[in-house]
């Protein structure tokens, strides 16, 4: 089984670009989650999708947005980058359902993004 | 604010000897928690988890232990190998979803 596919793998932006990145979840999975790595952070909770519906949300701007789709493939967006915007961002999926205690996040190896 | 602490962001530990990550929380609606290994250029690796029913969970060289009075948990590794050099994240959630919490991270370096 095909893990969790997100690209690009590595994108240099400018300040005020934006992006868009993508992530390819398990295949039977209905669940997406992003989240930001950055130094001394960790990784921060930006949003989580399922069936298509953003179920959860972090405390980010609302520059950041996502979507999903009929496949359960989603895309993340970032729009007039920062320069703190310069991080790993992960993507991880899970089978879905309500329920946490059942649900393990299997994470894809990330899109490092950075912006000068 | 941090959630989710672990306040060494590093480790030493001889090869064969145990190695314990530890981790503290502050939301007592935290009920699910997990262990997650980090390679440099990979996405983190699931390890272990523990709910809140439990105090421990073993799996191999892995076992997390968890007082919930304390919140706190711990990964201990015996016996550490030098594959195992990685960091190493904790999580938590409460039952609303698949949104967890992370710690910053420990790195740990076991010494051949």
């Known amino acids: 089984k095909a893990g969790v596919t997100q690209t690009p793998r590595y994108l240099i932006k400018t300040r005020g670009q934006q992006v868009t990145l993508s992530c390819s979840p398990i295949?039977?999975?209905?669940?997406v989650s992003w989240y930001q790595q950055t130094p001394g952070q960790g990784l921060q909770f930006l949003f989580e999708?399922?069936?298509?519906?953003?179920?959860n949300k972090g405390n980010f701007p609302g520059r950041f947005s996502g979507r999903q789709f009929s496949n359960s493939r989603s895309e993340m967006n970032v729009s007039t980058l920062e320069l703190g915007d310069s991080a790993l961002y992960l993507c991880a999926s899970t089978p879905g359902g309500s329920v946490s205690g059942a649900n393990v996040l299997t994470f894809g190896a990330g899109s490092r993004l950075t912006v000068l | 604010d941090q959630q989710v602490k672990q306040n060494s962001p590093s480790l030493s530990v001889q090869e064969g000897r145990i190695s314990i990550l530890n981790c503290d929380y502050t939301?007592?609606?935290?009920?699910?928690f997990l262990w997650y290994k980090k390679y440099p250029a990979e996405g983190p690796t699931f390890l272990i988890s523990?709910?809140?029913?439990?105090d421990k969970n073993e799996d191999g060289r892995f076992t997390v232990f968890l007082n919930k009075s304390a919140k706190h948990l711990s990964l201990h590794i015996v016996p550490s190998q030098p594959g195992d050099s990685a960091v190493y994240f904790c999580a938590a959630s409460e039952n609303t979803g698949n949104q967890f919490y992370f710690g910053t991270g420990t790195s740990l370096t076991v010494i051949p």
């Open positions: 523990i709910s809140s029913i439990k």
């Open positions: 295949s039977g999975h209905r669940s």
């Open positions: 939301n007592s609606m935290f009920d699910y």
């Open positions: 999708y399922f069936s298509e519906t953003q179920r």
